[in-house]
Each structure stands twice: as C-alpha cells, then as structure tokens.
C-alpha cells in the first residue's frame, strides 16, 4: 500500500543562479513533482565539495541531486566545470564503498527549465525507491571480525 | 584435571602473545601453548590496490623492521613486471638493506635480549630492560649503541626518504641515488659500524661464553631443538640477506632442497591451529607430523641460527672468521642450541657492515642508473629477502593492469612459530616441576621465544596489543592461589 | 623537590612503528628520561595493568596512546588510561586517524577469515579449521579475544586532547609535543600538534607547482620515471599534498615519491579522501562528460588512494558490504 512505500529522501544542492531557480518556477507554475527532495541552495554548483555528498548520504540521505547551469552559462564562468569534472571520479569512489551509482546525479538545470527540474526529481525519487534505503547508519562498516563458531 | 597457568602477555619482543601452561596432578607440565592473538589482514585489504603501493603498505605489518617487508615488496614487483634493475640500483637496494640488518639486530640485542644476559636472567625484573643494561655498561658504551643506530638509521632515511615506512623502491629499481658527498659520509658510518661490531662480538664473549652459567644456560637441552633450517645464500652457498636461493638443510646440516623464490610453494606449506591466529609452516617434504623435532618432522626454523646452518660460510672476512669461532666453540654444524640464536645475530651484524663498505666502494653505486621500466604485462610475482628475523616471502598476483587479485605473505617469524611454540612448552617442562612456579618460570620460559627475536605483529600481519605479565594459577575449583607479577 | 612528572606510552593495534620514533630520538632520549619518569611503556618496561591500576588520579599527566581500536582488550586500557590521566594524546595516524590498518574497513570479515585460513595457496586445511575464540585442544581450554566488527579511531572510543599525526610522527613533533606539556603550553584542546598549512605550503618542489595546475591523465610511478625536482601533480602524478597537513619534513617528497597523506587533513576538512577529489579534479584537463569519466578511470583505486589512512575516521566510515 502506498503508506507502506518506502519515501526516499534526497538532498539537492541547487545553484542559486540557474537550477534554484528552475525549481522555485516548477513551483511556481505549480508543476507536480515528489516532495522527496530537500533542495539545499548554493552560489554555484560548483560550491558543491564532495563532502557535502558524502555527509549528506552518511547522515541518513538516500540520494544526491547536484544541479547547476549548462556548461557555458556558469554565472562564474567555470563552476560548472569543476562540478563535472569532480562527478565521474565522486561516482567511481562511491563504487568502491559500496554505494549505488544511481543515487547520486549531476544535471543542468536553467532558470527557465521548471519542466526538467521536475522531471528529474520525479525519475530521481523513482529510481532510489527501486533501490531502497541506504541507512548508512544502521550498517556498519564491514571489516575484520573472527566469528566464533 | 589439570591446572592451568596463563602468562599473558609477554613482553619484550614485539607483538601480542600469550602462554597457557597445563599442569599435571603432580605438577608437572603436561602441554604449554604458545598463543598469538592478533589479525589484521593485509593479505586482504590490499586486494583491488595497485600493486605498486605495496612497498609502500606492507611496511605498517611492522614499524621495526619495515625495510624487511619494503625490500621483499619491491623484489616481488620486480618479478612481477619481469624487470631486471640495473646494476646500480641492485646496490643501493642492497646498501640500505645492510644497514638496516645492523640496526635490527643491535636494537633486538641491546634493547631486547641483552638485559637477560648482561642484567641476568633472575635479575629483579624492574632492572631487567635497556635502563638496567646502560647502568652495567656505562654511558660511554650506551653512548655507541646510540650512535651506531642513529648513523645507521640517518643512511636508511637519507636513501629511501623514511627510516620508518620507507618508499624508494619501485618496480625495476629505486625513486633516488646517492651522491658522491653521501657516498663518503657513508662509508665513515660502515667503517665505525664493522668497528662497533667486532666490539659487540667481543661483549658477548666477555659476558656470556666466558660465564660458565651462561653457557651452560645456552648449552642446556631445554633450549635445545634438532630441526631443519632454512636461509638465502648466494652462487657460493654463501649467507646473503637481499638476495639469492632458498636453501634448506637437515637435522645433520645436509642440503635437502634449494630453489628460486618462485618456486616456494612446491616446498612449504602453512598449518592451521583453531588455537592461535598465527599459521604454522612445515616442509612439505617431510610434511606436519605435528610440534615435534627431528628429521622426520617438516618443522624447520629460520633467522640467524638457521641462515648460518643453512650457509656453508659468511661472504666477508671477519664474519667468516666469527662463524668459524662460533661453530668450533659449540662442536660444529649445524648447531641446535636456541640461545646461540643471539650470537648469530652479532655475527651477521658484523657481515652487514663489511658488506656496506663493499657496496660504497663499488665505483657504480653512484652511478645515474637507477630504473629500468616494466614492458610486460604483471601477472604474478615473488619476492623473497631475509628479514632480520627471518625468511620473508612476498607474493602477489594482479589483473592485467597490475591491480592486485590475490596476496599471499609468509612473514619471517611466521615460519619459526611452530618451534617457538615448541621451545616455549620445552623450556616450561623443563622449568617448572612440582608445581614450583618462580620468578625465574616468567623469565627463563620467556627467555625460550626471545632468542628468536620473535616479531608476532609480522607473523600474523598483525596487530600488536601489550600488555605487562601476570601470571594467575588456580585449583581445581577455580579458586586464585597465587599471582605473580613482574615487579620486584 | 617535586618529583618528575610522569608519561605513559601504550600500543593498541599498531606496528609498533610508533615506538621506534621515540626511540629516534636518539641520544635525546636520554634527556627526555632526565625531565620525566615513563610510568609505563609494554615494549620496554615492565610496568603492567595492575600497577596502572594503582594510579591516582593525575598522578601520570599524560598517556601517549597509539594503533587502532579494534580488540575489547584495548578498550579496556585505552578507557582505563583515560580516567587516570588528565591528558590523553592521540600519536600517530593509527590513532588518529585508522591508518592502514583501516584500510581493513573496506574489506568484509568473511573475506579476511576465508582468504587467510583457508584460500591462499600455501594453506593446507582439508578441515577448515579456522581460529575460535573458544576452543577445546585434546581436553585443553584455549581463549583468543575477539575482534569487533570495525577498525575505530582512538577518538571514537574515548576522549582524546590532542592529536600527534603522522605514520609514525617524526621525532621532532615528538619532542616539541612533550616539551609543550612540560611547559604548559599547548593549544585549545584538540588539537592537532602540527603546523595548519598543507603539505604543498611546505614542500621542496612548490616553486614548480604552476600558477594554474592542470593535469591531462594520471601516471603511475610503477611504468614512468618520476622527475626528482618537479612539482608531483604537475607530472601527472597523485600527491595527496594539497589535502595533507605538513609536519613530516617532507620526507617521502625527498624521497622521489609522492605524498600519501599519512598526516590526516587540514583543519577545517571534515574528510581527507573528499577534499583530494574535488583538488585533482578541479585542475582536470576535460571539458566534456566524456573527457571527465576517461579522466577518472586514469585513477586506479580512488578509496584505497585517498583514504590510504584515513578510512575508519571519514564520513562514510568504511565500504559497506554486507547488512547487519
């Protein structure tokens, strides 16, 4: 039943000058999409330290939406850029731990692209339900155990 | 029912280990078990990781004797890649290998077994440490153990970058050379070092042969196993720590087998015990007869005793002449005594030392060439040097693109574990009887696995934890009758 | 006369690594023995729980505590040495940080126990015989601690003042440190007890570290010649430099060998393997999707690479493989 419908949570990193915007016009144009998302607003995508990704999914997060301008647009020039440039390697180390490639996503995002916005949140929300929980916190590192007979 | 005595932990050596001694009714030991309670697993986190950062990881199994497990690395990458060094290279690896040989023993000696024989084996235990020895032999000789160390250790960093953890090693060669300036400034080092070491050889002498307790200690059967033996030699059958072939000799001192690293596992394999996190290897050829001595059996031992028996001599003039000496005062070879496991030590000290000098007057060790570059593809490798205590064998296979798949260790002590274990339970039957258990059982039971030189965090790629001694006995019933403790 | 205020040294699970940088002090240690009494120290002296159970409160002032946590036994004394003195410090990266023993969190239990006692190729153990923390040899009752499922940092077990970082920490932190608390004069607590800036701020090589970094793919020192002068990422080679406190004199650097990062993180980082990513990737020569995902797959082993000492203390712990 759909109260029994695991709800993923995901945190979206939304740059101030174009995806934030592209949100608060989904919004505004009242375009339906997931509540799943808690959007986090940043200057630039490119503020977006890997760091933040990593606490975001240690803390109890299921998923991860960076979003930034088209490469080009950067309000900054190459923000953008690095945040590429970052998102291969990030997904590759995920990997290695263990965690779904699926659950982070990079996209662009205009100021005018509420549609898209919505849509990737909706496909976003969908695909980490297939997934399931991360619960970083309930697992714990598997390592170096003798287990007794 | 038989009580049990539970010495736990011991001290100085480097590890984590524990003795569990049996008595019977009359008390008497039945059975004495060397345990050795650590694990971290290196042979499997550093699965996946390049196989270039092994010289670089595998040096954290020990923090005393890292150039062991970083020289054995880098052979084993040279293997690996099927890379030949260039000659330069092969001395500079060889240089700072000696050196490092020297400095392992002199701290094993001075700082480790030395207190039992310069102190005294039933000394109060609070005297009974490299404090205590300083006080007996004064400053000006602490003054030089000090310094033979430092000036050793200042080579070893200035060679390979760390003293501790080292990195110049590297598949085909090594990351830096020396310069000429190095080159002299070392060779003053190698030339007080083979100074110091002739003094070394004289101390134990002095205090140790010329004692006729001490000698009767070091001859007595209780310290005493007839075992295989097992060391690297060179063309000449001649001891050499960084390179060369296994030999293996038996009980009598006869060859039995001598092959090339790669083929070590046609000959040793490794015994599992539910009773201690250390394996046990034996000879396949005899094979596991179980912790028991003699030709029949596939325990064998390694470090200095075994690599002098297994040796037909030292490749350098005043080691040889020690050798000769050694062997003579104990009636030949091989020799079975454990205890003379220290004197060893102090013989291959000497042999480092004039094989640093030969090395620094190679005119190549200052040369450019440094590396040749892999062209093949890696797909397996090995490596085998003599760690100060022992043979140490590094193996490792890896994907086409020289990520590791699968690690396989023997570390040095590893191989002597079964005979610890062995001498520890010799020496506790020998020791306590009646039920008699003194200060002298903690020390001289103690005194059994010392004189290997024992390293249990390499023997199970392991994680040291040290605890003091306590020893407990109970009845029966479990009821505490007496507690011993080191302090005076 | 007051008598020497007293220091203590334990190992927990470690090399033992820590113990030879003191002993590098070399003739310094004598001095060191001149200005305090060790209280107790495993490899060396004979002092043992009993007697550091006799400790009054504050009568040892400072517990150098080094290695990893990962056996109930070490808790014990590590939570035992933190009642009886009134500083406890962190020493060296096992401690502080998991060092490699860490690196063991990315690997399962299962794994470790199958591959050492029964898959490699030497074993011989038609039974499966694998090592219990019980076990019952020809009528004998024989005990080995257990080990807890995770490699921790000594601060996740206790409260620790100060951190002294480095794999081992070199001699000289070593003797600034207890020159400081013989002097009262240490910084806010926990800190670490090492200079701010990165590796790079003090490296040989910075003057050659360009303007503006850029780095086309990842180079190995296994099938490439590392140049002895230039700056390492400017070669193409990994250095964790910029994501690494200094302190350690630059040895490895000296050494014709890049940095590994064995000092931990700057201040401020909350995780040392995240802030090298975002570094190496932001000076990537790649403008495109495609070109960003070759460059990544140039860099073999990120986890093992970036959190070569640091894995137990970052954020996400340790690889998850299996749920409890």
Same mark, same amino acid.
């Given at each position: 039943m759909a109260?029994?419908?695991?709800?993923p949570?995901?945190?979206?990193?939304?740059?101030?000058?174009?995806?934030?915007?592209?949100?608060d016009?989904?919004g505004?144009s009242?375009?339906?999409?997931?509540?799943?998302?808690?959007p986090?607003?940043?200057m630039?995508?490119?503020?977006?330290?890997?760091t933040?990704?990593?606490?975001?999914l240690?803390?109890g997060?299921?998923?991860?939406?960076i979003?930034g301008?088209h490469?080009?647009?950067?309000?900054?020039q190459e923000?953008?850029?690095?945040?590429?440039?970052?998102?291969?390697?990030?997904?590759?180390?995920?990997d290695?731990?263990?965690?779904?490639r699926?659950r982070?996503?990079?996209?662009?995002?205009s100021?005018?692209?509420?549609?898209?916005?919505?849509?990737v949140?909706?496909?976003?929300?969908?695909t980490?339900?297939?997934?399931g929980?991360?619960?970083?916190?309930?697992?714990?590192?598997?390592?170096?155990?003798?287990?007794?007979? | 029912?038989?009580?049990?005595?539970t010495?736990?932990p011991?001290?100085?050596l480097e590890?984590h280990?524990?003795?569990?001694?049996?008595?019977d009714d009359?008390?008497?030991?039945?059975?004495?078990?060397?345990?050795?309670p650590?694990?971290?697993?290196?042979?499997?986190?550093?699965?996946?990781?390049?196989a270039?950062?092994?010289?670089?990881?595998?040096?954290?199994?020990c923090g005393?004797?890292?150039?062991a497990h970083?020289?054995a690395?880098?052979?084993?990458?040279d293997?690996?890649?099927?890379?030949?060094?260039p000659?330069?290279?092969r001395? $500079?690896?060889?240089?700072?290998?000696?050196?490092?040989?020297?400095?392992?023993?002199?701290?094993?000696?001075?700082?480790?077994?030395?207190?039992?024989?310069?102190v005294?084996?039933?000394?109060?235990?609070?005297e009974?440490?490299?404090?205590?020895?300083?006080?007996?032999?004064?400053?000006?000789?602490a003054?030089?153990?000090?310094?033979?160390?430092r000036?050793?250790?200042q080579?070893?960093e200035?060679?390979?970058?760390?003293?501790?953890?080292?990195?110049f090693?590297v598949?085909?060669?090594?990351s830096?050379?020396?310069s000429?300036?190095?080159?002299?400034?070392?060779?003053?080092t190698?030339e007080?070092t083979?100074?110091f070491?002739?003094?070394?050889?004289?101390?134990?002498?002095?205090?140790v042969?010329?004692?006729?307790?001490?000698?009767?200690?070091?001859?007595?059967?209780?310290y005493?196993?007839?075992?295989?033996?097992?060391?690297l030699v060179?063309?000449?059958?001649?001891a050499?720590?960084?390179?060369?072939?296994v030999?293996?000799?038996?009980?009598?001192?006869?060859?039995?087998?001598?092959f090339?690293?790669?083929?070590y596992?046609?000959?040793?394999?490794?015994h599992v015990e539910?009773?201690?996190?250390?394996?046990f290897?034996?000879?396949?050829?005899?094979?596991?007869?179980?912790?028991?001595?003699?030709?029949?059996s596939?325990?064998?031992?390694?470090?200095?005793?075994a690599?002098l028996n297994?040796?037909?001599?030292?490749?350098?003039?005043l080691?040889?002449?020690?050798?000769e000496k050694m062997y003579?005062?104990?009636?030949?070879?091989? +020799?079975?005594?454990?205890?003379?496991?220290?004197?060893?030590?102090?013989?291959e000290?000497?042999?480092s030392?004039?094989r640093m000098?030969e090395l620094?007057?190679?005119p190549?060790i200052?040369?450019d060439e440094i590396?040749?570059?892999?062209?093949?593809t890696p797909?397996?490798?090995?490596?085998?040097?003599?760690?100060?205590r022992?043979?140490?064998?590094?193996?490792?296979?890896t994907?086409?693109?020289?990520?590791?798949?699968?690690?396989?260790?023997?570390? +040095?002590?590893?191989?002597?574990?079964?005979?610890?274990?062995?001498?520890?339970?010799?020496?506790?039957?020998?020791?306590?009887?009646?039920?008699?258990?003194?200060?002298?059982? $903690?020390n001289m039971v103690?005194?059994?696995?010392?004189a290997?030189?024992?390293?249990?965090?390499?023997?199970?790629?392991? $994680?040291p934890?040290?605890?003091?001694?306590?020893?407990t006995i109970y009845?029966?019933?479990?009821?505490?009758l007496?507690?011993?403790r080191r302090d005076? | 006369?007051a008598?020497?205020? /007293?220091?203590a040294?334990y190992?927990?699970?470690s090399?033992g690594?820590?113990?030879?940088?003191?002993?590098d002090l070399?003739?310094?240690?004598?001095?060191?023995?001149?200005?305090v009494?060790?209280?107790?120290?495993?490899?060396?002296?004979d002092?043992?729980?009993?007697?550091?159970?006799?400790?009054?409160?504050?009568e040892?002032?400072?517990?150098?505590?080094?290695?990893?946590?990962r056996?109930s036994?070490q808790? !014990?004394?590590? /939570?035992?040495?933190r009642?009886?003195?009134?500083?406890?410090v962190?020493?060296?990266?096992?401690?502080?940080?998991g060092?490699?023993?860490?690196l063991?969190?990315?690997?399962?239990?299962?794994?470790?126990?199958?591959?050492k006692?029964?898959?490699?190729?030497?074993?011989e153990?038609?039974?499966?015989?694998?090592?219990? !923390?019980?076990?019952?040899v020809?009528?004998? !009752?024989?005990e080995?601690?257990g080990?807890?499922k995770?490699v921790?940092?000594l601060?996740?077990v206790?409260?620790?003042?100060?951190y002294?970082?480095?794999c081992p920490?070199?001699?000289?932190?070593?003797?600034?440190?207890?020159t400081?608390i013989?002097e009262?004069?240490?910084?806010?607590?926990?800190?670490?007890l090492?200079?701010? /800036?990165?590796l790079?701020d003090?490296?040989?090589r910075?003057d050659?570290?360009?303007?503006?970094?850029?780095?086309?793919?990842?180079k190995?020192?296994a099938?490439?010649i590392?140049?002895?002068e !230039?700056?390492?990422?400017?070669?193409?080679?990994?250095?964790?430099?910029?994501?690494t406190r200094?302190?350690?004199?630059?040895?490895?650097?000296?050494?014709?060998m890049p940095?590994?990062?064995?000092?931990?993180p700057t201040p401020?980082?909350l995780?040392?393997g995240?802030k090298?990513l975002s570094?190496?990737?932001s000076?990537a020569?790649?403008?495109?999707?495609?070109?960003?995902?070759?460059?990544?797959?140039?860099?073999?082993?990120?986890?093992g690479?970036?959190y070569?000492?640091s894995?137990?203390?970052?954020l996400?712990?340790?690889?998850?493989?299996?749920?409890e």
């Amino acid at each position: 039943m759909a109260e029994d419908q695991f709800e993923p949570k995901i945190v979206a990193f939304l740059c101030r000058w174009c995806s934030y915007t592209g949100a608060d016009l989904a919004g505004t144009s009242r375009t339906e999409y997931p509540p799943n998302v808690i959007p986090i607003r940043v200057m630039c995508s490119g503020r977006v330290d890997p760091t933040f990704v990593m606490k975001a999914l240690a803390d109890g997060a299921d998923g991860v939406l960076i979003a930034g301008c088209h490469p080009g647009d950067c309000h900054y020039q190459e923000g953008n850029y690095k945040t590429m440039r970052r998102y291969p390697m990030l997904l590759n180390l995920l990997d290695q731990f263990g965690i779904e490639r699926e659950r982070v996503r990079l996209e662009w995002i205009s100021a005018s692209e509420g549609d898209l916005f919505a849509a990737v949140v909706k496909e976003l929300t969908e695909t980490v339900r297939a997934l399931g929980p991360l619960e970083w916190n309930a697992t714990a590192p598997a390592a170096a155990v003798v287990e007794s007979a | 029912m038989a009580k049990k005595i539970t010495v736990n932990p011991i001290t100085r050596l480097e590890g984590h280990g524990k003795i569990d001694i049996f008595l019977d009714d009359a008390g008497n030991v039945e059975r004495a078990f060397f345990q050795v309670p650590e694990l971290r697993g290196f042979e499997t986190f550093s699965l996946g990781r390049p196989a270039e950062e092994m010289p670089r990881i595998t040096p954290r199994i020990c923090g005393v004797c890292p150039t062991a497990h970083h020289m054995a690395a880098t052979k084993c990458l040279d293997d690996l890649w099927k890379v030949e060094p260039p000659r330069t290279a092969r001395l $500079l690896r060889e240089l700072a290998y000696s050196a490092f040989m020297v400095e392992d023993h002199y701290i094993h000696f001075f700082f480790l077994g030395a207190p039992d024989f310069v102190v005294g084996p039933t000394a109060p235990p609070a005297e009974r440490n490299i404090l205590g020895v300083i006080a007996k032999v004064g400053m000006e000789i602490a003054g030089k153990v000090i310094r033979v160390r430092r000036e050793n250790r200042q080579l070893m960093e200035t060679m390979m970058g760390k003293v501790i953890h080292p990195v110049f090693g590297v598949p085909g060669g090594v990351s830096r050379g020396i310069s000429e300036e190095e080159r002299k400034q070392f060779l003053e080092t190698a030339e007080f070092t083979i100074e110091f070491a002739q003094f070394a050889l004289q101390l134990f002498d002095n205090v140790v042969l010329k004692d006729k307790e001490y000698l009767d200690i070091v001859l007595s059967d209780t310290y005493n196993h007839k075992t295989y033996y097992m060391g690297l030699v060179d063309e000449n059958n001649k001891a050499n720590f960084y390179a060369g072939q296994v030999r293996v000799v038996d009980p009598e001192g006869k060859q039995v087998a001598k092959f090339t690293p790669r083929d070590y596992r046609d000959y040793i394999a490794e015994h599992v015990e539910p009773w201690s996190y250390v394996t046990f290897p034996y000879l396949k050829k005899p094979g596991w007869k179980g912790f028991v001595d003699g030709a029949e059996s596939g325990i064998y031992r390694v470090a200095p005793l075994a690599r002098l028996n297994a040796a037909d001599g030292m490749a350098t003039p005043l080691a040889q002449e020690a050798y000769e000496k050694m062997y003579e005062t104990l009636g030949g070879k091989p +020799a079975h005594a454990t205890l003379t496991f220290h004197w060893a030590r102090l013989i291959e000290a000497l042999y480092s030392a004039e094989r640093m000098k030969e090395l620094l007057e190679d005119p190549e060790i200052t040369g450019d060439e440094i590396r040749t570059l892999p062209t093949e593809t890696p797909s397996e490798g090995v490596g085998i040097v003599e760690a100060p205590r022992g043979t140490l064998i590094h193996n490792y296979w890896t994907d086409e693109n020289g990520l590791l798949t699968k690690v396989n260790l023997i570390v +040095a002590t590893n191989h002597n574990a079964a005979p610890i274990a062995m001498s520890v339970e010799k020496a506790a039957k020998g020791l306590i009887k009646g039920g008699e258990v003194s200060e002298g059982l $903690l020390n001289m039971v103690e005194m059994a696995f010392r004189a290997y030189d024992p390293c249990l965090a390499c023997a199970t790629h392991s $994680l040291p934890g040290q605890m003091p001694i306590i020893i407990t006995i109970y009845n029966p019933r479990h009821e505490l009758l007496r507690e011993i403790r080191r302090d005076g | 006369m007051a008598d020497k205020p /007293k220091v203590a040294f334990y190992w927990c699970a470690s090399c033992g690594g820590c113990e030879e940088t003191v002993v590098d002090l070399h003739e310094d240690i004598l001095k060191v023995v001149e200005l305090v009494d060790i209280a107790l120290w495993p490899v060396a002296l004979d002092f043992k729980l009993k007697d550091v159970k006799t400790w009054q409160p504050g009568e040892v002032t400072v517990a150098f505590i080094n290695g990893a946590i990962r056996l109930s036994e070490q808790e !014990e004394w590590v /939570k035992l040495l933190r009642e009886k003195c009134p500083l406890v410090v962190a020493f060296g990266s096992c401690a502080h940080l998991g060092g490699i023993p860490g690196l063991a969190n990315d690997k399962t239990r299962r794994e470790i126990l199958a591959n050492k006692y029964q898959r490699l190729p030497t074993v011989e153990n038609p039974g499966g015989t694998v090592p219990q !923390e019980k076990c019952r040899v020809d009528g004998y !009752e024989l005990e080995l601690p257990g080990f807890w499922k995770q490699v921790k940092t000594l601060d996740q077990v206790i409260d620790v003042d100060y951190y002294l970082p480095g794999c081992p920490p070199p001699p000289n932190l070593v003797a600034d440190a207890v020159t400081a608390i013989l002097e009262g004069k240490l910084p806010p607590k926990g800190s670490v007890l090492a200079p701010e /800036k990165s590796l790079c701020d003090a490296c040989p090589r910075k003057d050659s570290k360009p303007e503006r970094l850029s780095i086309t793919e990842f180079k190995r020192v296994a099938t490439s010649i590392p140049d002895t002068e !230039e700056c390492f990422l400017a070669q193409g080679y990994l250095c964790m430099g910029p994501a690494t406190r200094s302190g350690c004199g630059e040895r490895c650097i000296q050494g014709n060998m890049p940095c590994r990062g064995c000092f931990g993180p700057t201040p401020g980082s909350l995780d040392q393997g995240a802030k090298i990513l975002s570094t190496i990737c932001s000076v990537a020569e790649a403008d495109t999707a495609e070109a960003a995902a070759d460059y990544a797959d140039t860099l073999a082993d990120p986890l093992g690479t970036f959190y070569r000492f640091s894995l137990p203390a970052s954020l996400l712990g340790g690889s998850r493989r299996e749920k409890e």
